[in-house]
T-cell receptor, first 114, second 115 residues
Framework: DAGVIQSPRHEVTEMGQEVTLRCKPISGHDYLFWYRQTMMRGLELLIY????????DSGMPEDRFSAKMPNASFSTLKIQPSEPRDSAVYFCASSSMIPPETQYFGPGTRLLVL | GESVGLHLPTLSVQEGDNSIINCAYS??????FIWYKQESGKGPQFIID?????DKRQGQRVTVLLNKTVKHLSLQIAATQPGDSAVYFCAENGGLTGGGNKLTFGTGTQLKVEL
C-alpha cells in the first residue's frame, strides 16, 4: 500500500487566497483525520470523518476552514480566505474501524501564507 | 518580536546507549496507547503500541512500558543510533469516552543522539 497520500507537499500563497489541501487515505480505512502542527501549539486535531461523515469538527479554528470527504478515497481541507497565521504543516491520517486504532499519517502539506 | 513556541523536553544520549522517553497520560479510561516518531520534515510514524491489559510490549530495539496506576507510559530504545534522532509522541485513545478512533497526543520529546 502506498500509505496516506497528501498533495501538494508545499504551498506558498498570499493572504486572502483560497487554499485547498488534498488527502487520499489508506484503502479500506474507515476514519480520516486532519491535523495541524505548529511550533506554538503542537499537533492539533481539526476534524475527523467516519465512513465519509464528519464526526467531530470542534477543532476547526474558524469558519474560514472547511473539510469535505465526497468518497472513501478522497478528502479536502479548504481555507478561504487564508491568513498568515494559518501557516503550518497540515497532516492527514487514516485508521481502520477494526482494532487497533492506529492512525497512519501522510507526509504533510507545508503551508506558508504571506 | 521574539516568537514563543512549545518548549519540547530534550533527551540527549550517546550513540550506543539506551534511551528512555517518558509520557504522562491524562485519561484513566484510555485503553490503547501508541508511540510515534517524527523526523524533521516528515509525518509521525507508528513505532509501537500497547493495550491496557498489558504492562510491557517489546518490538525491535524498542520496548513500551505501561503503568496504569500512575498513568505513565515509557518508550525504551536499546542501543540508540543516529537515525533515532527525532521527536517522539505518545498518544492515548480515551477509552469509551474518546470514541471514534480519536487519539490525544502528548507534546513530544526531542531525542538527540550524539556521536
Amino acid at each position: 500500500d502506498a500509505g496516506v497520500i497528501q498533495s501538494p507537499r508545499h504551498e506558498v500563497t498570499e493572504m486572502g487566497q483560497e487554499v485547498t489541501l488534498r488527502c487520499k487515505p489508506i484503502s479500506g480505512h474507515d476514519y480520516l483525520f486532519w491535523y495541524r502542527q505548529t511550533m506554538m501549539r503542537g499537533l492539533e486535531l481539526l476534524i475527523y470523518f467516519n465512513n465519509n461523515v464528519p464526526i467531530d469538527d470542534s477543532g476547526m479554528p474558524e469558519d474560514r476552514f472547511s473539510a469535505k470527504m465526497p468518497n472513501a478515497s478522497f478528502s479536502t481541507l479548504k481555507i478561504q480566505p487564508s491568513e498568515p497565521r494559518d501557516s503550518a504543516v497540515y497532516f492527514c491520517a487514516s485508521s481502520s474501524m477494526i482494532p487497533p486504532e492506529t492512525q497512519y499519517f501522510g507526509p504533510g502539506t507545508r503551508l506558508l501564507v504571506l | 518580536g521574539e516568537s514563543v513556541g512549545l518548549h519540547l523536553p530534550t533527551l540527549s544520549v550517546q550513540e550506543g546507549d539506551n534511551s528512555i522517553i517518558n509520557c504522562a497520560y491524562s485519561n484513566s479510561a484510555s485503553d490503547y496507547f501508541i508511540w510515534y516518531k517524527q523526523e524533521s520534515g516528515k509525518g509521525p510514524q507508528f513505532i509501537i503500541d500497547i493495550r491496557s491489559n498489558m504492562d510491557k510490549r517489546q518490538g525491535q530495539r524498542v520496548t513500551v512500558l505501561l503503568n496504569k496506576t500512575v498513568k505513565h507510559l515509557s518508550l525504551q530504545i536499546a542501543a540508540t543510533q543516529p537515525g533515532d534522532s527525532a521527536v517522539y509522541f505518545c498518544a492515548e485513545n480515551g477509552g469509551l469516552t474518546g470514541g471514534g478512533n480519536k487519539l490525544t497526543f502528548g507534546t513530544g520529546t526531542q531525542l538527540k543522539v550524539e556521536l
